[in-house]
């Protein structure tokens, strides 16, 4: 309640300082866990790494691809695509970026001992071939027009300053050598990073000598800091705020709806799960999720659009799949499992649990936008069809690291597409986990269709755009029907800004120091 109070006092009374300093100074809603770009492939980690270094395949703010270190791709044969890498660019320490430093980058995700993720786009690939210091092939095993949108997800690297680093190289600089607009200058943990511009940018410099990022994941402390004066932008602008910003005309507000998919993932494998109990909190010898009604019974219990409305303020849009309308593989026959309670207690007692069972859901506290309330509020919504649930949520740090490990029953995640299709999802939040092939590196309730798999696989190998368009539609829906996860809304992405400054808004959600100007 002080800090409500704070706020709105502050939006009262706040002068705000002209824009255009030689500095800039952002607030970011959540953590960074590390510099190094392979280390884990988180979008705050991505978002940073992606100003210091550059990847091959850009993408506009629509998430649509743009030349990048390359300047164009094409098909040599159905097993090979070529690269023409730009010339000229040079790394921070003024070393030259070429073809050397692409085949390092593409082999280094498999080779260093973190949970990374980012071999999902790297396993297609079978040979590197170094025609010329800016030509590169890569050979694939079986036709894969998914190469190039691959490449829009893997960051390059020096490949003599990252030889045998780790991720501690990077956070304290001594690897963090890259070809992007910024250059490092120091990463304090939990506190902020600072970066300086690179002069030498082979593309627009940015319009700042210096940036900033405070790393505030306390919601009334990020808003505070602007209004006070000392960040000039925030991301994530808390729903119960956004109403009271959008009237303070020394505020300008930007937003678009976010492919970020704030879902559950449900541990549909083992025989026993760590965290599922009978009513009395003895642990239950057989998991019930193993059974789809049981899963089904989960989501029907799920209120969605009150979530949408209380929880979120209205800043979401319910989800009833694995990416919203507008994008590549997006099935036009689902639409968000409604409210069904009465439904939920049916499939309940039909799987064998007429008076339910308890579980714990775990999810963070410090990554996505109301993610404690949205757990809180989900486990009100189960507890009344009878799945007594119990909370616990965790710093996004502790809670990954324990997720990935496949530690609880129930978790919270949210995955947002940076490569704008739905290749991604399926392949990391749904495919049968296999890491020798880079799938299911996400999939945390290690979940299973053989039919989805292969539907999956048939669409990574089919050239015709409509024909993988359809395929990835039908093994979305294999999944969603099954309920081999739990789609609960698309986060809607939101910036504030004090008065002089624009940003376009990008629904990948990334927060780029060198979009950010001063308005005209």
């Known amino acids: 309640m002080i800090a409500r109070l704070l706020i709105a006092a502050l939006i009262a009374i706040a002068t705000l ?31 940073i790494a992606e100003q210091i270094f550059n990847k091959l395949i850009e993408n506009d703010a629509r998430q649509n691809p743009k030349p990048g ?20 660019v040079k790394f921070h320490d003024g070393s030259d970026f070429t073809a050397a430093d692409v085949a390092f980058s593409i082999e280094r995700p498999s080779v260093i001992n973190t949970p990374g993720g980012f071999t999902i786009f790297t396993r297609s690939i079978t040979e590197k071939i170094i025609v010329d210091p800016y030509t590169i092939r890569l050979k694939t095993a079986a036709p894969y027009p998914n190469l190039p949108i691959d490449m829009s997800g893997l960051i390059i690297v020096s490949s003599v300053a990252a030889k045998g680093a780790l991720a501690a190289d990077f956070d304290s600089g001594k690897a963090t050598i890259g070809t992007g607009p910024w250059k490092f200058v120091r990463y304090i943990k939990g506190d902020r990073i600072e970066l300086a511009r690179n002069d030498n940018y082979w ?44 009237t303070n005309k020394d505020i300008a507000i930007f937003t678009t709806i976010s492919n970020r998919m704030i879902h559950l993932h449900l541990d549909s494998n083992r025989d026993k799960s760590p ?23 989960v989501s029907k219990a799920i209120n969605r659009n009150a979530m949408v409305e209380r929880v979120m303020d209205g800043l979401a849009i319910p989800a009833g799949q694995l990416m919203p309308e507008g994008f590549f593989g997006v099935s036009p026959n689902l639409k968000p499992e409604p409210f069904d309670p009465d439904g939920a207690k049916k499939l309940l007692a039909e799987a064998g649990y007429p008076d339910g069972f308890g579980i714990t859901l775990h999810g963070p506290n410090n990554r996505y936008v109301n993610d404690d309330q949205i757990v809180q509020a989900v486990a009100q919504m189960l507890t009344r ?43 990391s939040l749904i495919a049968t986990y296999n ?10 309730g290690r979940y299973t269709n053989p039919a989805m798999d292969a539907l999956l696989e048939q669409g990574l190998a089919t050239v015709d755009n409509a024909k993988r368009d359809k395929l990835l539609q039908q093994a979305t829906e294999l999944v969603i029907n099954d309920t081999g996860l739990i789609p609960l809304h698309f986060q809607v992405n939101t910036w504030a800004a004090r008065r002089g400054i624009v940003y376009t808004p990008r629904t990948d959600e990334r927060t780029y120091a060198h979009d950010v100007r001063a308005a005209p």
């Open 385 to 427: 069809v009878g799945i007594a649930t119990k909370v616990e949520t965790l710093p996004f740090s502790v809670y990954v690291s324990r997720a990935n490990k496949v530690e609880f029953s129930a978790a919270l995640l949210g995955w947002g597409v940076s490569t704008g299709e739905a290749t991604y999802p399926l392949r």
């Open 203 to 246: 593309g627009p410099k940015p319009p700042w000598d210096k940036v900033t990022f405070r790393l505030i994941t306390s919601d009334p402390s990020r808003v505070a800091a602007l209004l006070a004066g000392d960040v000039q932008m925030i991301e994530a602008i808390p729903p119960a705020d956004y109403a009271k910003l959008k």
């Open 69 to 88: 270190l390359a300047e164009s791709w094409r098909t040599v044969d159905d097993l090979t695509w070529e690269f023409k890498l730009r010339r000229g």
């Open 435 to 444: 890491p020798a092939k880079g799938l299911g590196t996400w999939n945390w």
């Open 275 to 297: 965290f599922i109990t009978d009513k009395a909190g003895k642990p239950l010898e057989k998991n019930p999720f193993k059974d789809a009604r049981v899963r089904k019974a």
């Open 17 to 47: 300082a002209p824009a255009g300093a030689a500095d800039l100074v952002i607030g970011l809603g959540a953590d960074v866990t590390s510099i190094d770009p392979h280390n884990n492939n988180a979008a705050p980690n991505n978002s």
